[in-house]
């Protein structure tokens, strides 16, 4: 009998959670913190954020937001920076109680990107990435706390494209309609990889298609990234000579000390009519 009144107090409090969590989902209206959000964002960040798309929220089973038509305009400019048709993130709630962070599959669809870097090394994004010391001072004193684990379900990456003007590489051109595909991301966990993307380039005169299917898997503290049955194909163009080049690898493996690979195999055509096939 002890047992039943507990299972009964438990299921009720999980009940006046549950219908709690339903409660907001319905009466609570992200879209009216657009302003507040847009105001933040040009307070500490000096750019121009615009929505024109809802803001939703899940709060149950997972603790998720999407988000449409995003742009973020230059450092203090009104010229675009970057652009998003489309963003779906989520987070389950239980594990973070552990230490624990399990995202559910993270989905951008129609993101554009613009990287700029003059001939001194000062880019577009410096402001974005400088750490204020506040945010210092907490990363140094997380040091000593228990590491925090992740997980991702999987990574969506859909019709995106990125532009680079980097003077100071001699590096200028665009990579478009770039999709990304994976399963289930964690330390030490193999997950399938699925990578396309093309490449226009006028600094160097180049052009190509790739195509990359792998699995892959990494551990953290040992901090190495392992490559198994990987496939490249990569054709396109070095000023005017066309190429094709597939690249098949067994296994490869990188460390920060040592990388190494297993039945590499090459088959390369250039201009049309050499041919290169090596194991």
Known sequence: KPFNILAIFIATIALIIGLG???LSFVFDPNQFKSQLIEFVKNKKHRDLSIDGNIQLNFFPKLGVSLEKIRLSEFESTAQFAALDRAQV???LLPLLQKQIVIDKVSLHGMQLRYQRDAEGKSNIDDLIKQDSATKEAEASNTSD???RFDIE??????????????KSALKGR?????LNTGKIGDKNKTPVKFSAQFQFDKPKAEAKIEINTQLRFDIEQKS????????????????DPFDLQIDTAALFLSAVESKSEQIKLSAKLSGAQELNAQ
């Open 21 to 23: 969590i339903a409660y």
């Open 90 to 92: 989520s987070l389950a």
């Open 146 to 148: 228990k590491q925090m």
């Open 154 to 167: 999987g990574i969506d990456i859909a019709q995106s494209s990125f532009e680079i003007d980097d003077q």
């Open 175 to 179: 990579i478009q309609n770039l999709n």
């Open 225 to 240: 990234l392992d490559l198994q049955d990987l496939k490249t194909q990569i054709a396109g163009k070095l000023a005017t």
